[in-house]
């Protein structure tokens, strides 16, 4: 009996708990989740001219705190802005929790505005 305490104890000792989140990745319309990002969750928009390309997925390093930031690039002669937003909850690259946080930044400086 002493034994297989022992045994017990040892295997769950040696289970590393690891955290990981569950992001999407792809792109609009072709989007799966995947429920083993180390890192921090990350989505793409890439603006040229007219033309808007947008790609969800994990992030190659881990940001501490949930931002969007604006990047400008050229290809072919063209003027790119790319926005690379990084967050760290399940799921929180989607469309609408990222566009809702943006809304959520308009209306305060709108009252910070009024008052």
């Known amino acids: ?3 297989s305490a022992i045994v017990a ?5 040696s ?3 690891v955290h990981s989140l569950q992001c999407y990745e792809g792109a609009p319309g072709n989007t799966q989740v995947n429920p083993s990002c180390q890192t921090s969750c990350e989505k793409n928009i890439d603006k040229t001219g007219d033309e808007e390309a947008v790609m969800y997925g994990c992030s190659e390093e881990k940001h501490d705190e949930d931002e ?4 400008e690039e050229t ?5 790119v802005v790319r926005t690379e937003c990084f967050c760290n909850s399940d799921l ?5 929790t990222i566009s809702s946080s943006m809304f959520l930044l308009f209306v305060a400086l709108l009252m910070k505005m009024a008052f």
């Open 15 to 17: 289970v590393c708990l």
């Open 92 to 96: 929180c690259n989607s469309t609408a």
């Open 9 to 13: 104890v040892l295997i769950f000792s």
């Open 75 to 79: 290809a072919d002669l063209n003027p």
């Open 68 to 71: 969007c930031k604006d990047i």
């Open 1 to 3: 009996m002493m034994k």
